[in-house]
Protein backbone atom coordinates (compact mmCIF):
# COMPACT_ATOMS: atom_id res chain seq x y z
CA UNK A 1 0.00 0.00 0.00
CA UNK A 2 1.64 3.37 -1.25
CA UNK A 3 1.85 6.16 1.01
CA UNK A 4 -0.34 9.04 0.26
CA UNK A 5 -0.17 13.27 1.27
CA UNK A 6 -3.61 14.13 2.11
CA UNK A 7 -4.50 16.93 0.53
CA UNK A 8 -5.74 20.51 1.61
CA UNK A 9 -9.51 20.59 0.08
CA UNK A 10 -11.94 17.63 1.31
CA UNK A 11 -14.40 16.88 -1.44
CA UNK A 12 -16.75 18.28 -2.60
CA UNK A 13 -19.62 16.06 -1.15
CA UNK A 14 -18.55 17.00 2.29
CA UNK A 15 -20.28 19.67 4.16
CA UNK A 16 -17.66 21.33 6.32
CA UNK A 17 -21.15 23.28 8.45
CA UNK A 18 -20.99 20.08 10.66
CA UNK A 19 -18.38 18.56 12.47
CA UNK A 20 -18.63 15.14 13.64
CA UNK A 21 -17.92 13.78 17.30
CA UNK A 22 -15.55 10.94 17.06
CA UNK A 23 -14.53 8.42 19.97
CA UNK A 24 -11.23 6.96 19.52
CA UNK A 25 -10.72 3.88 22.09
CA UNK A 26 -8.78 2.47 23.89
CA UNK A 27 -6.58 5.53 22.97
CA UNK A 28 -3.47 5.42 23.75
CA UNK A 29 -3.81 2.01 21.60
CA UNK A 30 -1.33 -0.93 21.28
CA UNK A 31 -2.64 -0.86 17.77
CA UNK A 32 -6.45 -2.79 17.60
CA UNK A 33 -8.67 0.39 18.25
CA UNK A 34 -12.91 1.09 17.90
CA UNK A 35 -13.99 4.47 16.86
CA UNK A 36 -17.83 5.20 17.62
CA UNK A 37 -19.60 8.39 16.59
CA UNK A 38 -23.88 7.80 16.80
CA UNK A 39 -24.55 10.86 15.45
CA UNK A 40 -23.57 10.21 11.71
CA UNK A 41 -25.97 8.88 9.02
CA UNK A 42 -25.29 6.92 5.69
CA UNK A 43 -22.11 6.34 4.24
CA UNK A 44 -18.91 7.32 5.53
CA UNK A 45 -14.73 6.91 4.89
CA UNK A 46 -12.56 6.85 7.84
CA UNK A 47 -8.64 7.49 7.30
CA UNK A 48 -5.91 7.35 9.74
CA UNK A 49 -3.06 10.00 9.11
CA UNK A 50 0.41 10.41 10.57
CA UNK A 51 1.31 13.62 12.05
CA UNK A 52 3.27 14.56 8.42
CA UNK A 53 -0.07 14.02 6.68
CA UNK A 54 1.05 10.61 5.21
CA UNK A 55 -2.13 8.74 4.27
CA UNK A 56 -1.79 5.20 6.10
CA UNK A 57 -5.13 3.78 5.96
CA UNK A 58 -8.55 4.45 4.48
CA UNK A 59 -11.76 2.29 4.98
CA UNK A 60 -15.32 2.87 3.72
CA UNK A 61 -18.82 1.78 5.48
CA UNK A 62 -22.17 1.84 5.24
CA UNK A 63 -23.50 2.97 8.47
CA UNK A 64 -22.35 3.96 11.44
CA UNK A 65 -23.31 0.34 13.18
CA UNK A 66 -21.04 -1.10 10.64
CA UNK A 67 -18.24 1.33 11.97
CA UNK A 68 -19.08 0.84 15.24
CA UNK A 69 -18.70 -3.17 15.04
CA UNK A 70 -15.48 -3.15 12.94
CA UNK A 71 -12.28 -3.41 14.93
CA UNK A 72 -9.40 -1.27 13.39
CA UNK A 73 -5.59 -2.53 13.08
CA UNK A 74 -2.38 -0.43 13.00
CA UNK A 75 -0.52 -2.59 14.34
CA UNK A 76 1.84 -2.69 11.67
CA UNK A 77 2.73 1.54 12.15
CA UNK A 78 5.24 2.98 14.25
CA UNK A 79 4.57 4.25 17.56
CA UNK A 80 3.29 7.78 17.44
CA UNK A 81 0.40 10.20 17.13
CA UNK A 82 -2.02 9.42 13.93
CA UNK A 83 -5.25 11.20 13.58
CA UNK A 84 -8.64 9.57 12.58
CA UNK A 85 -10.69 11.45 10.28
CA UNK A 86 -14.27 10.44 9.08
CA UNK A 87 -16.08 12.17 6.03
CA UNK A 88 -19.63 11.88 4.68
CA UNK A 89 -22.03 13.92 2.97
CA UNK A 90 -22.84 15.77 6.15
CA UNK A 91 -19.38 16.62 7.55
CA UNK A 92 -16.29 15.58 9.10
CA UNK A 93 -14.83 14.89 12.08
CA UNK A 94 -11.24 14.34 13.31
CA UNK A 95 -10.12 12.52 17.03
CA UNK A 96 -6.19 11.71 17.54
CA UNK A 97 -5.02 8.51 18.70
CA UNK A 98 -1.82 7.75 20.38
CA UNK A 99 0.16 4.00 19.77
CA UNK A 100 2.22 3.03 21.61
CA UNK A 101 4.01 -0.62 21.33
Known amino acids: MGKQKKTVSN ?46 RRYFFNSSIEMDAFSFDITDLQSSVYFIEINNSTGSGINRIVLEK
Open 11 to 56: PEYVNQDKNHKIQVYPNPTRGLFQISSPEIEGEMSVSVFSVDGVQH
